[in-house]
């Protein structure tokens, strides 16, 4: 089975990656643990001295710790008795994430959601609806657990 991972570094992520580690997948499943590193749009800054290099420097930071995050989910997933590689994508985290779904010919994608409302999903969008939306293939969304009094 072919397991597409799509993460970043929040608490949302995290119960995903907390789901794919627990699960008795099949023999010889291999999971791809994706990062989508969101590029910022250069046109405002380019005209001052030196923007160029410093968005250039984030883009770089960015790219070093989605890298280094991953490397660790994918360490973490080893350590399961799984087998987990590491991938890095730079553009829009939903297209992205289809986009190696289908170029991996992945036959689960699992991804953590914020959980938003309608009028929150409207304004911000929502990467996890725009991907069960698209994808070739079943997608899993992990909700973060939340304690609610009353």
């Given at each position: 089975?072919?397991?597409l991972?799509?993460?970043?570094?929040?608490?949302?992520?995290?119960?995903?990656?907390?789901?794919?580690?627990?699960r008795?997948?099949?023999?010889?499943s291999?999971?791809r643990?994706?990062?989508?590193?969101?590029?910022?749009p250069?046109?405002?800054i380019?005209p001052?001295?030196?923007?160029?290099?410093?968005?250039n420097?984030?883009?770089?930071e960015?790219?070093r710790?989605?890298?280094s995050?991953?490397?660790?989910?994918?360490?973490r997933?080893?350590k399961?008795?799984?087998?987990?590689?590491?991938?890095i994508r730079?553009?829009?985290?939903a297209s992205?994430?289809?986009?190696e779904?289908e170029k991996?010919?992945?036959?689960?994608?699992?991804?953590g959601?914020?959980?938003y409302g309608?009028?929150?999903?409207?304004l911000?969008?929502?990467?996890?609806?725009?991907?069960?939306?698209?994808?070739?293939?079943?997608?899993?969304?992990?909700?973060k657990?939340?304690?609610?009094s009353?």
């Amino acid at each position: 089975m072919k397991i597409l991972l799509a993460i970043d570094d929040s608490e949302y992520s995290k119960a995903a990656i907390k789901e794919v580690a627990k699960r008795p997948w099949p023999a010889r499943s291999t999971v791809r643990v994706l990062s989508v590193v969101e590029a910022f749009p250069q046109m405002a800054i380019e005209p001052w001295y030196g923007g160029r290099e410093s968005l250039n420097q984030i883009d770089a930071e960015l790219k070093r710790r989605a890298n280094s995050f991953t490397k660790k989910i994918v360490e973490r997933l080893k350590k399961n008795d799984l087998r987990a590689l590491p991938v890095i994508r730079t553009g829009s985290p939903a297209s992205e994430i289809v986009d190696e779904a289908e170029k991996w010919r992945a036959d689960l994608i699992v991804l953590g959601s914020h959980g938003y409302g309608a009028i929150k999903r409207l304004l911000l969008g929502s990467v996890a609806l725009s991907v069960v939306s698209n994808a070739p293939c079943s997608v899993e969304v992990i909700r973060k657990k939340t304690n609610k009094s009353g």
